[in-house]
């Protein structure tokens, strides 16, 4: 905390108060620095004589309410005024609590001959000390000026208190406003700078236990997202308190400023020549600032965000994260690295040779590293996920969350909650202690909104508005909040059809047309032979099977089936192959589902099932569900060896031909169910082997169970 020390003589105070010191009187080659504090002083209008009069004063029940408003502040400083008070001089001198508006509190003295003058010059409860009243004085000018202050002597503006000596220092609140003034004030004979050293000492100490209360009051999860923040971003960030003292700061930063472990060298408004007051009004108000390293140059965007708001015009501290700004030659590097960064691992998820999937990924790592919004419109089952986590990861974001919201698996008024979090008791259900929601959740990352078209209008509007400004607001609450995230949407769905049938809205689709981004599907690609091997090994080790290759006849039928489920249905298919060639080196058609690849005829009641267990199970029955057939041998229509298939095996055998019949919908569906049947069947009933089997989780496979209305055998 800085100190000021303000002196001067009788005959300077003299001079000042005839005008000869006036800018048209005789020139002061160096003014001292009394002389600003004296025009203010007489611009307000303060008596330079101080007569003997009481001044203004404030009792009774006025009083006390200003105690009650300062009782923290004086819990924390009460037994220190004892120390402050007592001196060896045996004109001893007295400490005093003032408030905001210079009124004096409390007051303790040390006795001796200074007791009676202090009540002369009315160092005594209710009296009011401000620089409009007393003119400099150390409480005034302290309160004025926010800082540590010693006025000595002359240099009061009233010559009443020219035998004083006063030492202030201000008392702020955790939010770095002046909440009062500790003073000590005795014989201008005894002046010590030791004393302003004390009293700015106590003053900075009572502040630092106001500031670790406040603390304790916020929510350990909130404490816990600031260490987590600290802890994942790669760029250089700060926790800044006020009046501009860093509190804590990441590696990052720490090598920045030069900062082996301690926080206390580093300063925003010494080095980033940004003040405490500039970091809070701007995160309160949501906006970016600019800043240049003062020994380095370098440049930076600086956002901060308020921690801790009081009542919406105050922060407990601000947390400031500094991004560089490249210069024209970086940027150009930063560009010509994107064909690199197409090949690194970040990609390797979404395999495939196919010319049109290449095409979409080369395009999507040129926008990765941007700020553009990414639109993927694919259909279900494509990898749409797969290509936002790879988005994000080589993104400038992404040492920060991925988090991921499926808009179409919620009800408008639960996605409202997910999405935006709530204030505690919001509504019936609400978590005690309130929800941050995912925006929250996805600052300084990447949110990926899936099924997008699926978004109620309501809602829609709400996201209009956080794209724009990055605001928005908790159900139940007022207060509002900023969120900063890259955003990828995605949907299956032709979203200009839903903004011309009025079902989305025209400027959020145009606010989210950045990058649009299609993934083929996988009837469409090239590559299918190349990818359904690559994904078998894949699925091998995963669920702990032999290495396997698919046959020509295997890829063949895989080639000619339509694929409704894309990629998920192929990974369907291939771990049921896994399972029923049972260890082979080699799977065979005769390991694929019967109806893949060929037309279905319509099922007779009774009919049995293609997939035929190798052993029956005795008492596992299916039961019936609107939408699931049972699963009946499929044959393919005349001609369909004449037809070519994308990605299609040359030289593969043709399929018998037999009556054509429509396509029955939901190929997945019982390719799934028949997938389930036959670990079931392979494990004895076991039902944890049989998820083994299919890779997926025990409760998955519940899961699916219930949803495909079947009953679990009895264990063999």
């Not at 509002?480 to 890259?486: A, D, G």
């Not at 809205?505 to 690559?534: H, I, T």
């Given at each position: 905390m800085g100190t000021l020390t303000l002196s001067a003589s009788a005959h300077l105070w003299e001079q000042f108060l005839v005008g000869a010191l006036d800018e048209d009187g005789v020139a002061v080659p160096e003014p001292p620095p009394i002389l600003s504090r004296w025009q203010r002083s007489r611009a307000l209008g303060a008596p330079s004589t101080g007569l003997p009069d009481e001044g203004p004063s404030v009792g009774g029940l006025a009083?006390?309410?200003?105690?009650?408003?300062?009782?923290?502040?004086?819990?924390?400083?009460?037994?220190?005024?004892?120390?402050l008070a007592a001196a060896p001089l045996p004109s001893g001198r007295v400490a005093l609590l003032a408030d905001r508006e210079g009124v004096i509190l409390a007051t303790r003295s040390s006795g001796g001959d200074f007791a009676g003058h202090a009540d002369y010059v009315r160092l005594v409860a209710g009296a009011c000390w401000d620089e409009v009243s007393r003119g400099t004085n150390a409480i005034g000018t302290a309160l004025a000026e926010s800082s540590a202050v010693a006025v000595v002597g002359p240099a009061h503006y009233a010559q009443r208190h020219h035998g004083l000596v006063c030492y202030a220092a201000p008392v702020r609140d955790p939010f770095g406003e002046v909440l009062g003034v500790l003073d000590v004030t005795g014989p201008a004979g005894g002046a010590d700078p030791l004393v302003l050293v004390a009293v700015a000492s106590i003053a900075h100490s009572a502040e630092a236990r106001l500031r670790e209360v406040a603390w304790a009051r916020v929510a350990a999860a909130a404490r816990g997202g600031l260490e987590a923040r600290l802890a994942r971003e790669d760029g250089p960030v700060l926790l800044v308190e006020s009046p501009g003292r860093v509190r804590r700061l990441n590696g990052a930063a720490r090598a920045l400023f030069g900062v082996e472990s301690s926080a206390e060298e580093v300063s925003p408004g010494r080095v980033l020549?940004?003040?405490?007051?500039?970091?809070?009004?701007?995160?309160?108000?949501?906006?970016?600032?600019?800043?240049?390293?003062?020994?380095?140059?370098?440049?930076?965007?600086?956002?901060?965000?308020?921690?801790?708001?009081?009542?919406?015009?105050?922060?407990?501290?601000?947390?400031?994260?500094?991004?560089?700004?490249?210069?024209?030659?970086?940027?150009?590097?930063?560009?010509?690295?994107?064909?690199?960064?197409?090949?690194?691992?970040?990609?390797?998820?979404?395999?495939?040779?196919?010319?049109?999937?290449?095409?979409?990924?080369?395009?999507?790592?040129?926008?990765?590293?941007?700020?553009?919004?990414?639109?993927?419109?694919?259909?279900?089952?494509?990898?749409?996920?797969?290509?936002?986590?790879?988005?994000?990861?080589?993104?400038?974001v992404a040492s920060g969350p991925f988090v991921a919201v499926n808009c179409g698996a919620l009800s408008a008024a639960l996605l409202e909650s997910e999405l935006f979090g709530h204030a505690p008791g919001a509504f019936t259900g609400a978590r005690t202690g309130g929800a941050e929601g995912k925006l929250a959740a996805a600052d300084g990352g990447t949110l990926f909104l899936d099924e997008l078209a699926e978004m109620p209008a309501a809602l829609q509007v709400m996201l209009l508005r956080?794209?724009?400004?990055?605001?928005?607001?908790?159900?139940?609450?007022?207060?509002?909040?900023?969120?900063?995230?890259?955003?990828?949407?995605?949907?299956?769905?032709?979203?200009?059809?839903?903004?011309?049938?009025?079902?989305?809205?025209?400027?959020?689709?145009?606010?989210?047309?950045?990058?649009?981004?299609?993934?083929?599907?996988?009837?469409?690609?090239?590559?299918?032979?190349?990818?359904?091997?690559?994904?078998?090994?894949?699925?091998?080790?995963?669920?702990?099977?032999?290495p396997s290759t698919l046959s020509d006849g295997a890829l063949a039928r895989l080639c000619a089936h339509r694929w409704p489920g894309n990629v998920r249905e192929l990974k369907t298919v291939l771990r049921l192959a896994l399972v029923r060639a049972d260890g082979s080196p080699v799977i065979d058609v005769s390991a694929l589902p019967p109806e893949l690849g060929r037309a279905p005829v319509p099922v007779e009641p009774g009919a049995a099932s293609g997939f035929a267990p190798a052993s029956p199970m005795h008492g596992f029955a299916s039961r019936s569900e609107p939408g699931f057939t049972p699963v009946s041998p499929m044959q393919v229509e005349p001609g369909f060896a004449s037809r070519s298939a994308p990605g299609r095996v040359p030289g593969a055998e043709p399929f018998p031909s037999s009556s054509a019949e429509p396509e029955r919908p939901g190929g997945l569906r019982e390719v799934e169910a028949n997938a389930i049947l036959e670990a079931l069947s392979r494990s004895g009933g076991n039902v944890a082997r049989a998820a083994r089997l299919l890779g997926i989780a025990r409760s998955t496979l519940y899961r699916m169970v219930e949803r495909f209305g079947l009953a679990l055998p009895p264990r063999s």
């Open positions: 009083l006390v309410e200003r105690r009650a408003r300062l009782e923290p502040v004086w819990h924390e400083v009460r037994d220190m005024l004892d120390v020549g940004l003040s405490w007051r500039t970091l809070k009004d701007a995160a309160l108000r949501g906006q970016v600032l600019e800043a240049s390293h003062r020994d380095t140059g370098a440049s930076w965007r600086v956002h901060p965000e308020a921690v801790g708001e009081g009542d919406g015009e105050s922060a407990l501290a601000v947390l400031v994260r500094l991004e560089p700004r490249l210069t024209r030659a970086q940027a150009r590097t930063a560009r010509a690295s994107v064909d690199a960064r197409f090949e690194k691992e970040v990609w390797s998820e979404l395999k495939g040779s196919d010319s049109a999937h290449r095409a979409t990924l080369r395009e999507a790592a040129r926008f990765a590293p941007t700020s553009v919004p990414v639109l993927l419109l694919s259909e279900t089952g494509t990898g749409k996920e797969l290509l936002a986590r790879a988005v994000h990861a080589a993104s400038a956080v794209l724009e400004d990055g605001g928005y607001s908790r159900v139940g609450e007022s207060r509002v909040r900023h969120s900063r995230f890259r955003l990828v949407g995605a949907t299956c769905r032709d979203l200009e059809a839903a903004v011309r049938s009025g079902a989305f809205r025209q400027d959020l689709y145009y606010r989210l047309q950045g990058a649009l981004l299609r993934l083929p599907p996988l009837r469409e690609r090239e590559d299918l032979p190349e990818l359904a091997q690559v994904l078998l090994r894949q699925l091998a080790s995963e669920g702990g099977h032999p």
